[in-house]
């Protein structure tokens, strides 16, 4: 089967850095992804790994093992704004199939 | 600007009454899909479309059509909606460079009683 685990929840201090997991077992990866979304809102596209790595994008970083299956997200000088789920998508195969094995996402609440 | 625009934003109706929620986006993407969006389940792809008059069934299509006469338009049609569809639902499109990200429309929810 398919599985993207992330944890449900988290709280963190406005000007800290949090980071946040996800770990996958799918059948197939080529390359995941981290959407933010805010409550009511639509998801919006933070950051694609398909190598092993950092991929640094201004506060926000992304981190991937294919050996260990397993992202995470560094989100550095928290604002309040960056209160919103975070959610991890797999994909599962190469060229155009846009498969995509998503988590259920983490909730983060940023306190001042 | 570019976007994917879903109309109604807000609707409820009544089991069996047929609605359909109307999707377009401006960027020429080839890949459009439907997500439903619910408490605990996470994002679930109901159809997608590879391009016009392409399409295919997600992991949850019952109960869904769908159609793709051009490349712009890719409406989610609810025959017969009962309460099991209320739900928060997400056009999305991307390009089909492997790389392409999904834009999202800003969702539609729908209250069937």
């Known amino acids: 089967g398919q599985n993207i685990d992330q944890p449900t929840e988290m709280t963190a201090t406005e000007g800290a850095i949090v980071q946040i997991n996800c770990t996958y077992q799918?059948?197939?990866?080529?390359?995941l992804f981290w959407y933010q979304q805010h409550a009511g809102e639509a998801p919006t596209f933070l950051s694609y790994?398909?190598l092993d790595g950092l991929e640094e994008k201004g506060r926000f970083s992304s981190f991937l093992s294919r050996s260990k299956g397993y992202s995470y997200l560094l989100l550095k000088e928290l604002q309040m704004k960056d209160s919103a789920s975070y959610l991890c998508?797999?994909?599962?195969?190469?060229?155009?199939?846009?498969?995509?094995?998503w988590g259920l996402g983490t909730s983060l609440a940023v306190n001042p | 600007e570019a976007q994917v625009t879903q109309n109604p934003r807000y609707l409820i109706t009544v089991t069996g009454k047929k609605l359909t929620v109307t999707c377009s986006q401006n960027?020429?993407?080839?890949?459009m899909s439907w997500y439903r969006q619910d408490p605990g389940l996470g994002l679930r792809q109901i159809y997608y479309?590879?391009?016009?008059?392409?399409?295919d069934k997600g992991d949850v299509p019952e109960g869904y059509k769908v159609s793709r006469k051009e490349k712009r338009n890719f409406p989610l049609i609810l025959e017969s909606p009962s309460p099991n569809q209320t739900s928060l639902y997400f056009c999305?499109?991307?390009?089909?460079?492997?790389?392409?990200?999904?834009?999202f429309g800003e969702g539609s929810r729908l209250t069937v009683l």
């Open positions: 479309s590879m391009n016009v008059e392409v399409t």
């Open positions: 799918t059948s197939g990866f080529n390359g």
């Open positions: 999305a499109s991307a390009q089909l460079a492997p790389t392409g990200e999904l834009f």
């Open positions: 790994n398909v």
């Open positions: 998508a797999v994909k599962l195969s190469a060229g155009n199939n846009r498969k995509l094995i």
């Open positions: 960027m020429n993407h080839e890949y």
